[in-house]
């Protein structure tokens, strides 16, 4: 399996990105794709999760409304929308997998390599 982040960059305070993950490789509806980020100095934190099958979805509590996870089936990718971004939101957003949801780091075996946000103030 591969994991394969794109759509970091720069963008200003209150602005949008969305980022996407592809992912290779089968992907099963029991898996869980998530988002993490982790900023210079800090401990790689939880972002968001969704279930490939069903498309529940988790946030932590600091994005819950303005972030949207979403997975496309057919393209194999996961997507993050992050509206209204604060640019203590600066960081290297990761995609990772795992087998079941879980806002620990540890729990996913596979991890794309990281895309770069940064914002502006």
């Known amino acids: 399996v591969q994991l394969q982040a794109s759509g970091g960059g720069l963008v200003q305070a209150g602005g949008s990105l969305r980022l996407s993950c592809a992912a290779s490789?089968?992907?099963?509806?029991?898996?869980?794709m998530a988002w993490f980020r982790q900023a210079p100095g800090k401990e790689r934190e939880f972002v968001a999760a969704i279930r490939w099958g069903g498309a529940r979805t988790y946030y932590t509590d600091s994005v819950q409304g303005r972030f949207t996870i979403s997975r496309d089936s057919a393209k194999k990718t996961m997507y993050l929308q992050m509206n209204r971004l604060k640019p203590e939101e600066t960081a290297v957003y990761s995609c990772a997998r795992g087998n079941s949801y879980s806002t620990r780091a540890a729990d996913y075996g596979y991890w794309g390599q990281g895309t770069l946000v940064t914002v502006s103030s």
């Open positions: 490789g089968n992907t099963f509806s029991s898996h869980v």
